[in-house]
């Protein structure tokens, strides 16, 4: 029996603003992209996950979520530090007795 009502831990923002709660609403969501993006790999690693979750629960919920966000906004993960791209002050960079000549 499929119970696509599961919620996910964590919901998922979407780019456009909306919050994915549910693996139904994944689902809905991932069944509505156009073919050229929807057979894609990542989306149908995520759309298997999917109908797992709906039918075993459990961890395949939690895998679910990672699989749809990876999906959504790729492998890559969120800048970590310098997101602007400002320069750096180079600390810690000295010249050794050596080099100074």
């Known amino acids: 029996m499929m119970n696509w009502s ?35 790999e990542p989306w149908q690693r995520a759309a298997k996950v999917l109908n797992e979750a709906a039918e075993h629960g459990g961890p395949f919920v939690f895998m679910a979520r990672i699989n749809f966000y990876r999906a959504v906004y790729g492998d890559s993960p969120p800048p970590i530090g310098n997101p602007e791209g400002k320069k750096s002050r180079n600390w810690g960079k000295r010249k050794l007795a050596k080099d100074r000549c």
Do not use: Q
């Open 6 to 40: 599961r919620r996910f831990e964590d919901p998922i923002p979407m780019p456009d603003g909306r919050i994915i709660r549910t693996i139904g609403e994944a689902a809905e969501y991932a069944t509505g992209l156009p073919p050229k993006v929807g057979n894609t």
